[in-house]
């Protein structure tokens, strides 16, 4: 139930002479060539430059990595999720199908314990037609779900999908990548996103004396092949879109691309039904600057060498929620803690404590339960936020038969997880 030192990261620094000079080098061109870009522009190219990115090349999570995620410290983190997802079905009254849509599934790790609740729960899903759906623009990572999900036999450009790749996972269910939302066939839909949203490029903003500016990358004239924030000289159109005239921070961080996303969210939950269950550390449009970079474990600066290391911003849900318009119900953001709580983790370690007979597997159990729920470790730092259809959480016949007492299912997480 406790992970093993695993990780996707470090080896990519062995190929060919330093990637990280290769995108420094890049950029510094493209600065020369164009001037200052933006700090999305800049996150965009660290990150997901098709040759030099940082998940295109190395995307180190686990312990040999630069960065650790919940799904990798504990198998039980998966496996509520999957539960949530089984307890949404049911709640919409089983619906006959549903596709599982994962955005940045990082080494399939989370969808793997997922795919085992539903293999598990069998006899219940057994009408059911499951399908799988990874959005994923890493090939390096695409690849190691590949091996993790159907053991490495997946066919990439398969010739009648809109997909770049599909297989077989270990349990027979069908699975299939994409490289954006929009390429996944509609219908009726379960997504998650664990760590994808903070992944994502933030515009910077700070007031100042003549009013709002952008922060910009540029080179540092004073330090060779060195890079700088500055200030844009005057307001730019994203000053313009971007900051609300009721503003009262002095920084603000801006995530467009996080806001198309969830927008496209809402209108498939809206249109074809489903959840969107949304984990991330953030906060709800009170953060500023949140911006930071990760090497080995350790804060690295967000300018030096990119591509090597992980960047990263807090998600403001309270722009997501703005931003669903009001297409689906949102919940949370609630922290980890209380929502793993509600999910019945607590009974989770009590069985599989019951059931290791040693110190070592014990010691691993309780450890890794301390790192998920300790509010000062990730318990309190990350959130869960869910999407729903507006009617999830209403009483649609109430005005026509106000006799009616069906109760409405509570929304598991959420609230306490009964126990039937
Ligand atoms: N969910 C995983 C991985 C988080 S890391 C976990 O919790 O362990 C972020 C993931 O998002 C990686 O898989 C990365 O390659 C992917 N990613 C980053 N930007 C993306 C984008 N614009 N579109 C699709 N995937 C993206």
Redesign the pocket.
């Known amino acids: 139930a406790a992970r093993p030192s695993s990780g996707a990261g470090g080896e990519a620094e062995a190929e060919g002479p330093s990637p990280g000079t290769a995108m420094l080098r890049h950029l510094l061109l493209k600065l020369r060539a164009t001037g200052p870009v933006t700090v999305a522009e800049y996150m965009r190219e660290a990150?997901?430059n098709p040759g030099q990115g940082y998940?295109t090349r190395r995307?180190g999570?686990g312990d040999s990595g630069d960065f650790v995620?919940?799904?990798?410290i504990s198998q039980v983190f998966g496996e509520l999720i999957g539960i949530w997802y089984i307890s949404e079905w049911i709640a919409a009254g089983k619906p006959k199908a549903f596709q599982l849509v994962e955005?940045?599934?990082?080494?399939g790790?989370?969808a793997d314990d997922v795919l085992r609740v539903f293999s598990q729960l069998a006899s219940l899903l057994s009408k059911c037609d499951v399908s799988i759906h990874l959005?994923?623009?890493?090939p390096k990572?695409s690849e190691i779900q590949a091996l993790m999900l159907t053991g490495g036999k997946a066919q990439s450009n398969p010739e009648d999908q809109s997909a770049y790749m599909k297989g077989i996972s270990k349990t027979g269910i069908p699975i299939f990548w994409y490289?954006d939302i929009q390429d996944v066939p509609p219908g009726y839909s379960f997504y998650l996103a664990?760590?994808?949203f903070d992944?994502?490029p933030i515009h910077k903003f700070q007031r100042t004396e003549k009013g709002w500016r952008e922060v910009l990358v540029d080179i540092d004239p004073e330090v060779p092949d060195q890079l700088r924030f500055v200030l844009s000289p005057s307001s730019t159109p994203a000053t313009e879109n971007f900051i609300q005239p009721e503003e009262t921070r002095d920084h603000v961080e801006v995530c467009p691309?996080a806001g198309v996303i969830i927008q496209r969210l809402a209108c498939r939950i809206e249109k074809d039904g489903g959840a969107a269950l949304v984990a991330d550390y953030g906060h709800d449009g009170t953060g500023t600057d949140t911006f930071r970079g990760f090497r080995n474990h350790k804060l690295h600066d967000v300018l030096r060498a990119p591509g090597t290391a992980d960047l990263t911003a807090d998600v403001d849900f309270g722009y997501l929620r703005k931003m669903t318009q009001g297409r689906t119900t949102t919940l949370g953001p609630i922290k980890q803690r209380e929502f793993l709580k509600n999910m019945g983790i607590d009974l989770r370690l009590q069985v599989l404590l019951q059931n290791s007979h040693d110190s070592a597997t014990r010691k691993q159990l309780l450890h890794s339960y301390d790192m998920l729920m300790n509010p000062k470790k990730m318990g309190d730092r990350f959130n869960f936020f869910a999407l729903l259809p507006r009617h999830r959480l209403a009483h649609p016949d109430k005005k026509h038969k106000p006799e009616s007492k069906s109760p409405l299912l509570p929304v598991a997480g959420f609230d306490e997880l009964l126990l039937k």
Request: charged fraction near 20%; glycine fraction near 10%.
């Open positions: 990150l997901t998940y995307g999570i995620t919940s799904p990798e955005l940045g599934p990082g080494r790790t989370l959005v994923e623009v890493s990572l490289r664990h760590e994808f992944a994502l691309e």
